[in-house]
C-alpha cells in the first residue's frame, strides 16, 4: 500500500489517505468534531465516564500524546481508533494503547489499517524508530503484522520498585522496530 499526504492541511499535520481510498487517518485534535464519536466508540469497549474519556482526547497534541481516528463518509464517520503515548525512557518510541474499531465492521482488515497508519504516522510525523504495546487477548493479531513480544515495559519511566501491574500473567508486552 502507498501512502499519500493529501490535502487540506490542518495545524501542519493533514490527513493520511490511502491513494483513492475512502479511509483517512487524522489526529483528533485537528478534528475536534470528532471526539464525542470517538469517545463513544472507545466507551463501548472500555466503560468510563465521558468526562474523563473526553479528557483524555483533548489531551491528544503534535507531539504524544496524540490520539489518531481511521474515518470513512467524508470524514464523518469514527470507524478506529489508537493512541500514542510518551514512554519518558525511551526518546524514539511510543506506547500505543486504547485501540478498538468498531464492532459493527470488526473483521474487515480496519485494525490492521488502523495499526498501518499508526506506524506511518510515528515514523513519518513523529520521527519514532519503536512502537510498545500490551495486550490480554489479540496477541495473534499483533504477530500478524510483524510485532514481537518483549520484555515488560512501562510507560513512565524506570521506577525504584516493582510494578505489579508489569507483571500480569495475562498481559503480554510487544513490540515493532519501525
Known amino acids: 500500500m502507498r501512502y499519500i499526504k493529501t490535502e487540506p492541511y490542518y495545524e ?3 490527513p493520511f489517505n490511502v491513494s483513492g481510498s475512502p479511509f483517512n487517518v487524522v489526529p483528533i485534535h485537528t478534528y475536534p468534531e470528532l471526539m464525542p ?3 463513544k466508540l472507545i466507551n463501548a469497549e472500555w466503560p468510563r465516564s465521558e468526562t474523563a474519556r473526553m479528557r483524555s482526547l483533548e489531551a491528544s497534541c503534535d507531539t ?6 481511521l474515518t470513512t463518509d467524508g470524514m464523518s464517520r469514527v470507524i478506529a481508533h489508537c493512541k500514542l503515548s510518551p514512554i519518558s525512557s525511551k526518546k524514539k518510541a511510543c506506547f500505543v494503547e486504547s ?3 468498531d464492532k459493527t465492521v470488526r473483521g474487515q482488515g480496519f485494525g490492521k489499517l488502523m495499526m498501518k497508519f499508526a506506524e506511518d504516522y510515528c515514523r513519518i510525523i513523529l520521527n519514532l524508530q519503536t512502537i510498545y ?3 490480554i487477548d489479540q496477541e495473534g493479531f499483533y504477530e500478524r503484522i510483524g510485532y514481537e513480544y518483549c520484555a515488560p515495559i512501562s510507560m513512565y519511566g524506570p521506577r525504584h520498585c516493582e510494578l505489579p501491574s508489569l507483571n500480569n500473567a495475562r498481559k503480554k508486552y510487544m513490540m ?3
Open 99 to 101: 485501540v478498538v474499531v
Open 37 to 39: 464519536a470517538t469517545c
Open 176 to 178: 515493532k522496530v519501525l
Open 133 to 135: 504495546l500490551s495486550t
Open 64 to 69: 504524544l500524546p496524540c490520539s489518531l481516528v
Open 12 to 14: 501542519g499535520l493533514p
